[in-house]
């Protein structure tokens, strides 16, 4: 599902680089303090909180007795036919936008709606690239420049590698000029629960209010004959017993996908061998003018840092240790300092900022690739068909991607079978 970009627009969005010849660099959003903080003054933990979205749908669970048979506001270019989504992470959100633009009638089933709203934790910004945000653009020039006014830039300042301990830089590399010299947006760090909320309320702008359902756990799916018509369809199947019927259904539930365990029935995902603990601050580096996004590596740990804007920093603390790890109530940082208490004191300050309660950790967990991605009417795209290790920055770039390209087949599709609804029997 890799998305060919010669077939995305290039340099519409407001600020971008139009010319390869002369390069303007953007102004980055983030906030300059007037006072930098070093390694010698003392570092006190702030709370931060992160940015709300309204986004009224995504407040409420599914009513019970809802209407299951799906009954979209969408003017409709595919007559008939309908996409049920499973999962409202940025896979299913991302596609449910995109086939929404293309007046594909869709519905998205989602088992937790904190997921998307984030609250009660810190899910911390992600890098959304030139690809993503191109595929973006194409989607949608609209969100995808909201999403991009809500994001920072860091390919403006230096990026690189560099020793743990002494910080000395081993390579530096270059996220914004390759992008601008292909026409392609500069990749922004932006929070994750922004960046949901903000696709959401365009899902849920285009399609309605019940466009995104919460409190949809899909376990299983069944591909059935249509009596009355005599099409074939696909039910999504939910834990509570309740059905959704649509002409095709996509698998966005991400790494522990239900939907392809049953198409796939493949082997539990593998660990990386590394836990992650992240954690969001406010907090300004002294060098925040100069590095915006830089990796300290060590023996068996490594230390990511990003400025993602308005005085704040994102961190992810790497550790190669067994899966299933557990620390004690209030113990994190202590032990990340044990880690990491003689990195370099990038690393240490940034750590002390950072107040307990915002530091998370979670296990890293990949698939080995597959090459079979549907079956009969269903799909997998996002997590859910190729997770990957998060130290490229690019598995929900790659779901932007797929959502992209999907819908593109499917609006393809729909039209090939004449523009007469549902696809054939
Ligand atoms: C530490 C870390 C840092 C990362 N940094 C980046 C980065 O900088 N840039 C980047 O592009 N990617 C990054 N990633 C990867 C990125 O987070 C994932 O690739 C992306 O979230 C995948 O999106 P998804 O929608 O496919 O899956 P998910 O985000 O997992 O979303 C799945 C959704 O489906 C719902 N769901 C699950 N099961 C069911 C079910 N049975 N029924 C109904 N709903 C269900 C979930 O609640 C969730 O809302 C990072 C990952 C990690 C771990």
């Not at 993503?132 to 690189?160: F, K, Q, S, Y």
């Amino acid at each position: 599902m890799l998305l060919h970009t010669s077939s995305l627009p290039r340099c519409q969005a407001a600020g971008h680089v139009k010319s390869t010849v002369s390069i303007h660099v953007p102004a980055s959003p983030r906030l300059v303090p007037s006072c930098h903080h070093g390694s010698a003054a003392p570092v006190s933990p702030r709370r931060w909180t992160p940015p709300s979205v309204s986004c009224p749908a995504v407040l409420e669970a599914a009513r019970p007795g809802q209407q299951e048979r799906l009954e979209g506001a969408v003017p409709e270019l595919c007559p008939g036919l309908t996409v049920v989504i499973a999962g409202a992470g940025i896979s299913g959100l991302t596609l449910a936008l995109s086939l929404l633009k293309k007046g594909v009638k869709c519905q998205v089933l989602e088992r937790d709606l904190t997921a998307i709203r984030g609250e009660g934790k810190i899910r911390g910004p992600i890098q959304v690239q030139s690809n993503a945000l191109a595929a973006l653009e194409a989607i949608d020039p609209v969100v995808a420049d909201d999403i991009m006014a809500h994001g920072c830039i860091t390919g403006d300042r230096i990026n690189g590698l560099c020793d743990g301990v002494s910080g000395d830089w081993y390579v530096k590399f270059d996220t914004f000029h390759p992008a601008v010299e292909r026409g392609l947006p500069v990749t922004r760090v932006i929070n994750r629960v922004t960046l949901q909320q903000l696709l959401a309320e365009a899902v849920i702008r285009l399609g309605g209010e019940d466009m995104i359902l919460g409190g949809c756990h899909v376990t299983a799916y069944e591909e059935f004959v249509d009596r009355a018509s005599g099409k074939k369809q696909v039910a999504a199947i939910l834990e509570d017993g309740r059905r959704f019927e649509g002409d095709l259904l996509v698998g966005t539930d991400g790494i522990w996908s239900k939907i392809r365990q049953q198409m796939i029935g493949d082997a539990p995902a593998h660990y990386s061998e590394y836990t992650c603990y992240t954690g969001i601050s406010e907090y300004v580096p002294a060098d925040i003018d100069v590095v915006g996004y830089r990796v300290f590596l060590g023996n068996r740990q490594y230390f990511v840092s990003s400025d993602v804007g308005e005085g704040r920093m994102q961190w992810y603390a790497f550790h190669q240790e067994p899966a299933g790890g557990q620390d004690s109530l209030g113990q994190r940082k202590a032990r990340l300092l044990q880690l990491f208490g003689h990195w370099n004191y990038n690393v240490v300050d940034l750590i002390k900022a950072t107040p307990e309660e915002d530091v998370l950790r979670r296990d890293i967990y990949d698939r080995a690739p597959i090459f079979k991605w549907a079956q009969g009417r269903v799909a997998l795209m996002g997590d859910s068909a190729h997770a990957m290790q998060p130290n490229l920055g690019q598995g929900g770039c790659m779901a932007m991607e797929d959502a992209f390209q999907l819908a593109n087949d499917i609006a393809a599709m729909a039209e090939k079978a004449g523009q007469q609804g549902a696809l054939g029997p």
